[in-house]
């Protein structure tokens, strides 16, 4: 399969196959002598895969290992359950942070209702 028609079939752009492929969630794929690379077919679902676990949270490191010890052959949800729970804190930790902000941003919006705004030294656009 040609990098456009796996871009296509994955929903990625080729721009992200190719960075994909450097990065080595997909294998280095085979070349033609003309330079095209040509990927077989479980590249579409490999793609797809590590999407869902950006789409979870993952970085692209952690995703990076994810697959790895899927291809290691040894990985089972009990011996990477570690992986979502170190997402999770995570997502609670910016959670916990975007409430902080919104509480303090929701704070001083009625403190600038009340008259007393919290933002006289922010410049204004002339």
């Known amino acids: 399969m040609k990098i456009g028609r ?4 994955a ?3 080729v721009d992200t196959v190719r960075f994909y492929e ?8 085979e070349r033609r002598p003309s330079g095209y690379r040509i990927f077989d ?3 579409v679902e490999r793609i797809r895969m590590a999407k869902a676990l950006q789409e979870l949270g993952f970085t692209l490191d952690e995703v990076v ?5 899927h291809d290691q052959g040894g990985a089972t949800c009990e011996s990477e359950r570690w992986r979502l729970e170190a ?3 995570r997502l609670d930790a910016k959670i916990a942070d975007l409430t902080r902000a919104r509480q303090a941003a929701a704070e001083s919006l009625r403190d600038c209702q009340g008259g007393r705004c919290r933002l006289t030294l922010v410049s204004r656009p002339r």
């Open 41 to 43: 077919a479980t590249a």
């Open 11 to 13: 929903g990625v752009s």
């Open 65 to 69: 290992d994810a697959l790895t010890a």
């Open 87 to 89: 997402v999770v804190d």
């Open 6 to 9: 796996v871009a296509r079939e």
């Open 22 to 29: 450097r990065r080595g969630i997909l294998p280095a794929a």
